[in-house]
């Protein structure tokens, strides 16, 4: 069974810092699949927060996370990594990764309907 697994989120005052992980069983994220991160906040959309190519060597972010959120994977543990920085209260949302059968991110990587394998999310709240 193909499965995606976030852990990590929690309540941190503003400034503060997080590192979410999102581990996979049933498949090899490094042989073919770009990992992406989204997070839904209530009442909004969900939407693209970054993505990494297969072999970490690609990586883009959207405007608002630029400079404070960093992406890694760790193919030996078939685990990708979401390292936020410096949050602020617009951060608060439901954090899901999410596998796309591409080896890289390319112009759709904030297209939900590009991915075919989701997590269950993990909430992160950013509140003093």
């Known amino acids: 069974q193909l499965q995606l697994v976030e852990s990590g989120g929690g309540l941190v005052q503003p400034g503060g810092s997080l590192r979410l992980s999102c581990a996979a069983s049933?498949?090899?994220?490094?042989?073919?699949?770009?990992t992406g991160w989204f997070r839904q906040a209530p009442g909004k959309e969900r939407e693209g927060v970054t993505c990494?190519?297969?072999?970490?060597?690609?990586?883009v972010y959207a405007d608002s996370v630029k400079g404070r959120f960093t992406i890694s994977r760790d193919n030996a543990k078939n685990t990708v990594y979401l390292q936020m920085n410096s949050l602020k209260p617009e951060d608060t949302a439901v954090y899901y990764c999410?596998?796309?059968?591409?080896?890289?991110?390319?112009?759709?990587?904030?297209?939900?309907?590009?991915?075919?394998?989701w997590g269950q999310g993990t909430q992160v709240t950013v509140s003093s």
């Open positions: 049933g498949f090899t994220l490094d042989y073919y699949y770009a």
């Open positions: 999410a596998a796309r059968p591409f080896r890289s991110c390319g112009g759709f990587w904030n297209t939900k309907i590009s991915y075919d394998y």
């Open positions: 990494i190519s297969s072999s970490g060597g690609g990586t």
